[in-house]
């Protein structure tokens, strides 16, 4: 069992130019005639393998190790570095590394390379960022919001700002310039990896921030776990430090050679897809069941659909017709639309017309997070209880749905009846507990 070849074409008309890791020699797109790592691994995969992995291309030809011709993604050598280079100049940062286990990883190393700073954490984050910063024991404040956000910072001393933007509805968070530009700011930007593709998508945060993760299995054709991590070059020796302290020794080529592919696919056909893309949701928009709506959002990309049903029992109909969406959420469901799915949305609309004597959305929760600023707990002993003993006590991990992995109650929280009794009525949608059983501080 081999690969399908995959046709390589490549820009050379790119003159946009950034410095390089390890140098001040400006790069640009024309230096390049191929993807490296795919034309690398191309030119030898009738090799003898007795190395690892030991299928020896019988499963994939690309799933390689670090070899003379392969480079090293964790080092960032050879055509790895050629590949990232490559990166850097169509994304337009400064420094860019593969990351082939997730954004989650990508999280944690951001976090680990400015561990000795204070963090302030704002708005709806993943849930890998407040587990990285007690894994680290870095000393952080969360805020829900952007509310008197720089009077805060200052406050309490702050150094860096994390924040999440695009978030998991397709929507835009917007962070004011003069709080930008006086702090080091890490923007989660998972949802995202596209934007740069098309103009017909939101701008991406990266010239705003010094470090910014995109995870590009997301919303573009690479395989899952595929990630960048773009930072600025001051930070070289942290993020290179943190990468080989996190991540695992035996990085995926298969995934690397998917980012890269995807990357100078979606550069010279990216406004193209789009075009495609968002003609159809205009069409499906138009003829959409009046007992649906679409909500706005900044990423059209990404169709939220409202109605007065349950998102679950909408979710359920459509997997009886074999169609399965991104997640629901309360009377919503969400889709990721790409030009690789984008003409479907017909066959989802004939759908939507069918459904009949659904569930009905019921309103059984309120938001009942926390709206103040917070330091976050980074250590202590646990141990396990059941939610009814929980009340009184103090949270040590985060709970939230899944997805969005978004927490409802954070490490250091103190656990309400009204939270106790929103975690049993939800405990089956949620993230954090273990057997209906609820982590807190010994």
């Known amino acids: ?3 399908k070849k995959y046709k390589v074409r490549y820009a050379t008309s790119y003159n946009k130019k ?3 890791i390890n140098s001040t020699v400006p790069i640009s797109m024309s230096e390049y005639k191929d993807c490296p790592i795919n034309s690398a691994i191309e030119s030898k995969k009738d090799h003898i393998s007795f190395h690892t992995p030991g299928h020896n291309g019988e499963l994939s030809v690309k799933d390689i190790t670090e070899l003379s011709y ?4 964790l080092s960032n050598m050879g055509v790895v570095e050629k590949s990232t280079r490559m990166a850097s100049c169509i994304y337009g940062a400064e420094n ?4 082939t286990q997730g954004a989650t990883t990508a999280i944690h190393i951001a976090i680990h390379a400015l561990k000795n700073h204070r963090f302030l954490i ?5 849930h890998s960022v407040f587990s990285a910063i007690r894994l680290y024991g870095v000393s952080a404040y969360f805020s829900p919001s952007l509310d008197n956000i720089s009077k805060d910072m200052l406050a309490k001393r702050s150094t860096v700002l994390f924040f999440t933007s695009v978030d998991y509805f397709g929507n835009i968070v917007r962070i004011p310039q003069e709080i930008l530009q006086n702090y080091i700011v890490v923007a989660d930007e998972s949802h995202g990896g596209h934007f740069n593709f098309s103009s017909k998508l939101p701008r991406s945060a990266l010239n705003d921030v010094d470090i910014l993760i995109h995870s590009l299995h997301k919303t573009m054709p690479v395989l899952t776990g595929g990630a960048l991590l773009h930072f600025k070059k001051k930070h070289n020796m942290e993020i290179k430090h943190s990468i080989n302290e996190i991540h695992s020794t035996s990085p995926s080529y298969l995934i690397a050679s998917s980012m890269e592919l995807a990357i100078e696919d979606f550069y010279i056909n990216g406004n193209k897809y789009y075009s495609c893309v968002f003609d159809s949701i205009d069409k499906f928009s138009s003829e959409l069941d009046k007992r649906f709506s679409i909500l706005p959002s900044d990423d059209r990309s ?5 109605s007065e049903y349950s998102g679950r029992a909408v979710s359920n109909f459509l997997e009886t017709q074999g169609v399965f969406i991104e997640t629901s959420y309360q009377n919503r469901i969400v889709l990721i639309v790409t030009p690789f799915n984008y003409k479907k949305l017909e066959l989802l609309s004939i759908l939507l017309k069918n459904v009949n004597e659904l569930e009905g959305y019921i309103i059984n929760h309120k938001d009942i997070r926390s709206p103040k600023l917070r330091k976050l707990l980074n250590s202590h002993e646990y141990e396990m209880v059941n939610i009814n003993d929980s009340i009184g006590r103090i949270a040590f991990r985060e709970i939230g749905f899944y997805p969005p992995c978004i927490p409802i109650l954070v490490a250091g929280d103190k656990i309400t009846i009204a939270l106790a009794e929103f975690i049993g009525a939800n405990a089956k949608d949620l993230f954090g507990l273990e057997e209906d059983l609820i982590c807190v501080v010994k």
Not at 96 to 99: A, D, E, F, K, R
Not at 302 to 306: H, M, Q
């Open 1 to 3: 069992m081999t690969d």
């Open 18 to 20: 950034v410095n390089d």
């Open 70 to 73: 392969s480079g090293n993604i």
């Open 96 to 99: 860019t590394v593969y990351i």
């Open 122 to 126: 704002v708005g709806d984050c993943h």
């Open 302 to 306: 990404r169709l939220v659909i409202e």
